[in-house]
């Protein structure tokens, strides 16, 4: 039996293809999850119209992402810490801290989008990388200043 996938499923194609199911599976298993549609002129068309509208929407997605790479790359954040002898810092600055940061600049954005390995626990300059999608990654940067 032909059936029209319309989502990307492992082991037989990604959305939009036409693909050749056992009858029993497509019934029992592809219909009732929305994963797929029997093949036929009208169900085509509508599977066609669901690509073209992911496309864009994907399009759209992408072109927001990449203004907002943008205006990451070109801003920079500044950290006043009170530091003790031999400069060493009370507390530290953790990726809520730039996540707050960046929303009072108007930045908003994933909170787990702020790849930052470990609390930053000292004074200097930082690049921290942010991930907005699983091809496109940016870097911010800190300068981390004595009060």
Same mark, same amino acid.
């Given at each position: 039996?032909?059936?029209?996938?319309?989502?990307?499923?492992?082991?037989?194609?990604?959305?939009?293809?036409?693909?050749?199911?056992?009858?029993?599976?497509?019934?029992?298993?592809?219909?009732?999850?929305?994963?797929?549609?029997?093949?036929?002129?009208?169900?085509?068309?509508?599977?066609?119209?669901?690509?073209?509208?992911? +496309?864009? &929407?994907?399009?759209? /997605? =992408? @072109?927001?992402?990449?203004? %907002?790479?943008?205006? $990451?790359?070109?801003?920079?954040?500044?950290?006043?810490?009170?530091?003790?002898?031999?400069?060493?810092?009370?507390?530290?600055?953790?990726?809520?801290?730039?996540?707050?940061?960046? +929303?009072? &600049?108007?930045?908003? /954005? =994933? @909170?787990?989008?702020?790849? %930052?390995?470990?609390? $930053?626990?000292?004074?200097?300059?930082?690049?921290?990388?942010?991930?907005?999608?699983?091809?496109?990654?940016?870097?911010?940067?800190?300068?981390?200043?004595?009060?």
């Amino acid at each position: 039996m032909e059936v029209i996938l319309l989502e990307d499923f492992e082991g037989l194609g990604v959305s939009g293809e036409i693909v050749r199911a056992k009858p029993g599976y497509a019934r029992n298993y592809l219909f009732p999850r929305g994963i797929a549609l029997r093949s036929s002129k009208k169900n085509r068309a509508i599977a066609e119209e669901r690509k073209r509208n992911k +496309e864009l &929407k994907s399009k759209r /997605l =992408d @072109k927001a992402n990449e203004s %907002l790479a943008n205006k $990451i790359n070109k801003t920079e954040l500044t950290f006043e810490m009170r530091v003790g002898d031999e400069e060493k810092m009370f507390g530290a600055i953790t990726s809520k801290d730039i996540y707050s940061a960046l +929303e009072e &600049k108007g930045i908003l /954005l =994933d @909170k787990n989008a702020i790849l %930052l390995d470990e609390s $930053i626990k000292a004074l200097g300059i930082y690049h921290i990388p942010i991930k907005l999608d699983s091809d496109l990654k940016t870097e911010l940067k800190i300068y981390v200043i004595k009060t």
